[in-house]
């Protein structure tokens, strides 16, 4: 099959590549209708993050269930099916608490911007809908075994709550959808912080009621006067640089809550700083697993529609577009259509 | 009136200073049947802190009202009262959010080493009992001032839940106490790393189940032994250093919380490995003021009795050699009688 594998900071490229087989006897083979490039995979296309010589790029995936192994015993063949990042078996102490990307036995997936992927764990992993969804909500499904599954954590995390005023730090698909994850928890006010006009739009879409485009203590300062001097109840980070961190602490209210989803890239905190903010901090690689089936009820309801954040569609083999557009701010998003 | 200056490292001492006066309407002086040394003290006193010339010591206090400004409605003349290190106006908006020590007009309280003292916005920071409480719940009304005040602020800073695993890290007084809260607050197992045999037997009748005397990695290691390799729901740092916070945060099970209130000295958390852990982090100076009501009611059923962590009772004009005792950890706190 055609697939995407990173050579070089950028230097992707799509090759013949064997079809994935089953493995293990717990793993599921599924074919991908469609799949796409997250804004993690930027790391190490622009060489920030090191990686193993020719890495197979993807952990986005929903689609068809083609086969399983002996040992799976909840899913058959023909269904259609959501899974995260994290393979897990929903069955460990860590699971069972809701942290499945911390799942005793978890399991990176890759290799998922191609037409077909093998999924390790198939029944802790994998979430099937009862329905086969219609055409036009499946970038949507897509999204949440990510993004939108990530926005939701980081709203989680920063413990949103009806009423609540937000801020959103980043304005990358994550963030955008952090906006969305907190209109659905029923905040009041949301503060989008991001200077793209494009991506403004659709974050006032998404529910944002207001936009700061001043970053960094300025950007604190433009919070605080929006909020009466107080800060925000919860502050959604999702970028993972320093500026951002300190960004969205200084943005929270004393006794406010930082949820953080951006992998943090040289992140380091002051101790002293961190106390005397008295925030409360949480966040890691989103627990996707145990947000799916509410999710994915909320897309069939048409409560939400996270796939707007693909605002690029390509064929899978001009894959390398799609990272260039994405690299360079064009695209927030891209689809590819293996 | 006869008080205790801290002069330079490890010298402090008794002397004459003038009498508290109201200075603002919202002033009261009160006057102090007992008063204490903290843990903290020792930060300034091993000249790990800086601070001014001439400092008058103390922050910990309860008393009688002697005298209230023309602006405090709330207390009277005779009046017991109990308060915390930073006075607050109980009406901002973090305080009412619960954050009295970020209170927008937080001032710090301080040279209650004394007979007397004075305490601003005496309204919303003193709290007075409805009885006048027996001589001998007079040095756990002390306790709650400060470190079991700090030591609940732990606890439910972590979390800690009914039928909890709880990790206390830090055999301070603070640390005793955080114990003695997970107690109450229904935890199942409370392990509490130290290493003094005194420590011990006190965190033991606070109510510890298991005692941990290794540190930093290898206590890590005995506390994964300890949980099944899961780690602890709830894990209290009342230390401040690198390694207690890393003990801490490391010993915490994905999900997880750690409630943080030694103050950090020189603490830098690397955010990727913060990321990883999924540990809930929050602390900070504990709002004392939201919990003194609950704490009072607790003193006077007999259900807690903090006081206990007072091992050493001297005069004041002895202040020095109580400093002593708890730099050189022979005393673990240090109750002082004007």
Known sequence: MQATVLYGPHDVRVEDRPEPTIEEPTDAIISLPVTCICGSDLWPYRGISVFPAATPMGHEYCGIVEEVGRG???LRRGQFVIGSFFASDNTCPHCHHGYQSSCQHATPVGGAQAPRLRVPLADGTLVATRDLPDADHIPSMLALSDVMGTGWFAADAANVKPGA??????????GLLGVLSAKQMGAERIIAMSRHESRQRLGREFGATDIVTERGDEGVERIKQLTNGVGADSVLECVGTQESMMQAIKSTRPGGYVGYVGVPHGVSLDGHQLFFSHVHLHGGP????RY???LIDLVFKGKINPGKVFDLVLPLDRVAE????MDERRAIKTLLRP
Do not use: M, W
Not at 165 to 174: E, I, L, S
Not at 286 to 289: H, K, S
Not at 322 to 325: C, D, E, M, P
């Open 72 to 74: 799976v015993t909840s």
């Open 292 to 294: 799916l089936s509410q």
């Open 165 to 174: 005023t937000v801020v959103v730090v980043g304005d990358g698909a994550v």
């Open 322 to 325: 799609g990272y260039r557009a």
């Open 286 to 289: 989103a627990p996707v697993r």
